[in-house]
């Protein structure tokens, strides 16, 4: 064996330990060592979503890997294998630390510089929160039967003064899809961010999760939760999709050292405390030992005040939009679905008044809001677009799929197509397995496990999932 390759399997062992079995060959099985040449290390991989994602998600960790092993390694550059056989053209060094600066990693060698050059979030951006919508305030918030008591805890929080005793901590909102939880949370945000005493922050779970992980990534993991701690009020948004062990330990810790300081915390669901399976014990109980209120479908009153309320913010920009009361009556009574088909319906109404110049009557809203009204399917996915958009994804052909190969490269996108096969259609487990190739329903069963078991604890793929299943339904 070369020195080279040599090192390249340690390297391999070192990355393997670091990040774990089920990243590791996710993400890295595939690698492969090219050359090394002045300080510079090639590695290829077979796709360029590999390469986007190792790119951005691992680069310092490779390089930090190399590094240990063969201290002269200044980069690291990252190829499509395909590109690079076919081509023969040498890619573009992306993976390049600002001149200088070597990447190193604590595990013993200390250095503490560490270029920012690579594709993530940064810790303040992380913190800044997610983007606010000016439109999502209480003065647009219509209060109604359903939500009457989410709303006056809402109102509470924001304007509650600093030192004041916390009434509810955490408040939990849950609701289903459209129903206002956005709303009321940002509006919770703008109206305490105004009061101009506290700090508050709104961050969606997601961001929390990848706010974490590339502050766990880049070392300040203590300067994110110190910074978490300066916050008066803390706001997160679709908790359900928080996943995966280490954040929730440190979504634990954060909710528990915010709510110990006497600092509020604000959350929203699309289920109560009880049913976030995914999350553990301690956690809920604590979500649970605040105040948990529910949103109830809106009825159609306040349908009409929300409608009522729309056009007169839409106003604002258009002015001469008009919507009679019997139209709005007509879209109260028949979307019924949620807030979001609402704004949807009345969206229509005013591109095709803008568009054409014709008044709104009920006729033309009978034909723009048709398909609102019932609510549309969503779109039903076919065994084989699964097969061809996962083979192509993972660089693999789709009879690969289908065969009884058992290599490590199609072996995962098999699993993967699987899953997606059981989740976005609604194939029994059987079907699906006469689907790939004959195989038994027990086989399937083990990889819809597999890859749900996976996705729990791998941000990378849990994306990339979400990634397809984007694909797949657009
Ligand atoms: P969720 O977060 O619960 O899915 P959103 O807060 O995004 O729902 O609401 C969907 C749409 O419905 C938004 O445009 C929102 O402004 C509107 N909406 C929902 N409830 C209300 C309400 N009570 N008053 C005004 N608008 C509302
Ligand atoms: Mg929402």
Redesign the pocket.
Known sequence: MSAEDDSWSKVKKRLQAEVGDDIYSSWFARMDLEAIEDGTVRLSVPTRFLKSWIQSHYAERVLACWQTEVQEVGRVELIVRSAMRTTMVKPKPELEPSAGEAVRYPNGHGAKSRPLTVGEPNVHEALGGSPLDP??TFD?????RS?TLAHAAAKQVASAKRGDAVMFNPLYIH??????????LQATTWAANAMGERKALYLTAEKFMYGFVSALRTQTALAFKEALRGIGVLVI?DLQFLQGKSTQAEFCHTLNALIDAGRQVVI?SDRPPSDLESLDDRVRSRLAGGLVVEMGP?GEE?RFE?LK??VLAARAHHPSFDVPAPVLGYIAKTVTH???D??GALNRLLAHNKLTGHPVTLEMAEREVRDLIRPQEPKRVKIEDIQRVVARQYNVSRSDLLSSRRTANVVRPRQVAMYLAKTLTLRSLPEIGRRFGGRDHTTVLHAVRKIEGLVGNDMALAEEIELLKRQLQE
């Not at 647009?140 to 109604?144: L, T």
């Not at 609701?175 to 009321?184: C, F, R, S, Y």
């Open positions: 439109r999502l647009g918030f219509v209060v109604g939500n609701a289903g899809v459209g129903l206002g939880k956005t709303h009321l948004d929203a809106l306040l929300i309320a729309r949620n807030g979001r609402l704004e």
